[in-house]
């Protein structure tokens, strides 16, 4: 995937995490594309580890996996900001 595909994909990811644990959290689009993208490299890398496959590409398992990662990365922030 290009650039532009796994900056989409961060947005959406990212966006779908906060919808998921809604907050107040600052830092707008840019913080939940951030968040989206680093979530995506550490669900993936957690899912390689526990020997779940690798993961790439626009698919449903690439999809909840990044959103896991999200997840995690999202809350970590929370704990951290507060």
Same mark, same amino acid.
């Given at each position: 995937?290009? #650039? =532009?595909?796994? !900056? =989409?994909?961060?947005? @959406?990811? *990212?966006? =779908?995490?906060?919808? @998921? ?5 600052? /830092? +707008?689009?840019?913080?939940?594309? &951030? #968040? *989206? #993208?680093? /979530?995506?490299?550490? +669900? *993936?890398? #957690?899912?390689?580890?526990? +020997?779940? +496959?690798?993961? *790439? /590409? ?8 990044? !959103?896991?990662?999200? &997840?995690? &990365?999202?809350?970590?922030? $929370?704990? =951290? $900001?507060?």
């Amino acid at each position: 995937m290009g #650039i =532009l595909s796994w !900056i =989409l994909f961060g947005l @959406i990811v *990212g966006a =779908l995490a906060k919808w @998921i644990m809604p907050g107040d959290d600052p /830092g +707008g689009i840019v913080v939940t594309m &951030l #968040i *989206g #993208i680093a /979530g995506a490299f550490v +669900g *993936g890398s #957690i899912a390689s580890f526990l +020997g779940l +496959g690798t993961f *790439g /590409g626009f698919n449903v398992g690439s999809m909840v996996v990044a !959103i896991g990662g999200a &997840l995690i &990365l999202l809350w970590g922030y $929370r704990k =951290l $900001r507060t």
